[in-house]
Structure formats: C-alpha cells, structure tokens
Nanobody
Framework: VQLVESGGGLVQAGGSLRLSCAAS????????LGWYRQAPGKQRELVADINRDGTINSTDSVKGRFAISRDNAKNTVYLQMNSLEPEDTGVYYC?????????????WGKGILVTVSS
C-alpha cells in the first residue's frame, strides 16, 4: 500500500488545517487507518485512527479539536485539525494496517510537516 499525505503547512495558533492521505488501494482492504505525529525530540505518537467499521480512537490531547474521517470512494483518509496549538507542531504520518492488529502489516506515508506558530 502506498500512502501519500498532503495538506500540511504553517498556520497560526487557533487556525485550522486538513490533512489528506490518499491510499493506492481500496480502503476496504485496510483494517485500520491512522494519523501519527512526531514532534521534534519526541517519539512518534498516535493522533487518531479509524477502523473498517468506522470506530474511532484518538489521543486525549486532540479530542474536541481534531476529527478523522474516511472517504472509501476516494480511497482517502482525512484529519481535520481545528484550534491548533503550538504543541501540535510536528511531522504527521499516515498509517495503514493491513490484517489483524496482532500480526498485520503496517504501511507508512513519508510524512508531512505541520507547524503551528504562537
């Protein structure tokens, strides 16, 4: 699976961005789609993910501000980010898990930079 992210950039605190991740195959063949981020000097962390039946999981720091969604017809997953904070700055990666969580195969996009200025 190839994943291509777009939509990153520089935004002021309080602003919004929408990230897109286009997959090279049908989303129905992917168990879980997710967005991760890596801030400078920190480990990569899960931001939000959505599984095939639409169940969503997100980290507490983005609840109420970020929303993940998927468009199966376009083979694309989105991350709508509102009320951005400088702490949201980092490289955002799209992830696709093909197969069961216990032994599936992870695929990653190259990442896209999001910078939130104060």
């Amino acid at each position: 699976v190839q994943l291509v992210e777009s939509g990153g950039g520089l935004v002021q605190a309080g602003g919004s961005l929408r990230l897109s991740c286009a997959a090279s195959r049908s989303l129905f063949s992917i168990n879980i789609l997710g967005w991760y981020r890596q801030a400078p000097g920190k480990q990569r962390e899960l931001v939000a993910d959505i599984n095939r039946d639409g169940t969503i999981n997100s980290t507490d720091s983005v609840k109420g501000r970020f929303a993940i969604s998927r468009d199966n017809a376009k083979n694309t997953v989105y991350l709508q980010m509102n009320s951005l904070e400088p702490e949201d700055t980092g490289v955002y990666y799209c992830n696709a898990l093909v197969g069961p969580r216990e032994y599936g195969v992870d695929y990653w996009g190259k990442g896209i930079l999001v910078t939130v200025s104060s």
